[in-house]
């Protein structure tokens, strides 16, 4: 059976999210259109691309995260000198190297822009912090940018949804207006595009999954705020609940499953194996619960 599928935010947490596939593509299911939110379009984009779970985990398993750790040249030898240049950079790390790595995955089936997946199969959330708004790509490039979505690279779309503020920096995207647009991480404006399904105006003919890298709408811890730094990640954390979490909880509810990372911070560009694997068995063992009833 085909589904459809929306994938949260959730940064390193998303290993959770192979253990999921897994058990779903054991279950018989495979996906028609693709949602994903900052980590949830990486994955998006690689199912899309047609990779399955088992290709998905052992690229991921032989990923360093610490590659996508890139500063300037200087920074590698100084590392202290990207905190000062953090005000004018605005992000710790280019995120090229994150960029590429995904480039070259998706190149290698094939896959460069958007004229090379079906249409419609995938859209990723990114927040145009110029304009003020949020962005669906492929959707939103020829209003905004001028851009025709079969040139556009999907590895820069995921790039830009996977942005996550002050630790990547913005990418940079003239706009309409002529001016400059920086794009930052999808998850500030909506972390759980479920939303985005009912804006196609068309009566659904398959199953709709949502995967949300947290516990569930009723039992998501409050914030502990004692410095600045936790001041910012409440803020962040409390848009990216905003817009989604009474939508999903009045109408999706019990097509979303929940898995509930704790222990990890979304983050942390350091885990070791051990850890990986402890997530992608806490993705398996609460997406076989979850599938025993569902759909």
Do not use: C
Request: zero cysteines.
């Amino acid at each position: 059976m085909r589904i459809d599928a929306v994938f949260s935010g959730g940064g390193v947490k998303a290993f959770a999210f192979i253990g999921a596939l897994e058990k779903i593509e054991e279950h018989g299911y495979s996906y028609g259109k693709v949602v994903g939110t900052s980590a949830g379009a990486i994955i998006a984009g690689l199912l899309t691309a047609g990779y399955n779970a088992i290709e998905i985990k052992s690229m991921f398993n032989e990923l360093e995260l610490k590659k996508f750790m890139d500063t300037s040249d200087i920074g590698r030898y100084l590392p202290f000198i990207k905190w000062f240049t953090l005000y004018f950079t605005m992000g710790l790390y280019k995120g090229n190297a994150f960029e590429q790595w995904l480039f070259n995955k998706l190149a290698q089936v094939g896959v460069y822009t958007f004229k090379d997946i079906p249409v419609d199969s995938l859209r990723v959330i990114v927040s145009d912090l110029t304009l003020g708004r949020m962005v669906v790509i492929p959707d939103d490039l020829q209003e905004l940018y001028g851009i025709n979505p079969n040139d556009f690279s999907i590895s820069e779309a995921i790039r830009m949804s996977a942005g996550f503020p002050f630790l990547f920096r913005p990418k940079a995207i003239k706009n309409m207006n002529y001016g400059k647009s920086l794009i930052v991480d999808g998850a500030l404006l909506s972390n759980f595009p479920m939303w985005l399904f009912d804006q196609d105006g068309n009566t659904r003919t398959r199953p709709l999954l949502g995967i949300k890298l947290s516990d569930s709408i009723g039992r998501l811890p409050s914030n502990e705020i004692k410095n600045s730094l936790e001041l910012f990640q409440a803020i962040f954390t409390t848009m990216r609940k905003a817009h989604d979490t009474r939508y999903v909880s009045e109408k999706y509810l019990n097509d979303v499953l929940f898995l509930p990372v704790k222990e990890v911070d979304a983050t942390e560009l350091e885990l070791d194996k051990q850890q990986k694997d402890e997530l992608i068995e806490l993705g398996r063992n609460y997406t076989a619960s979850f599938l025993k009833h569902w759909p």
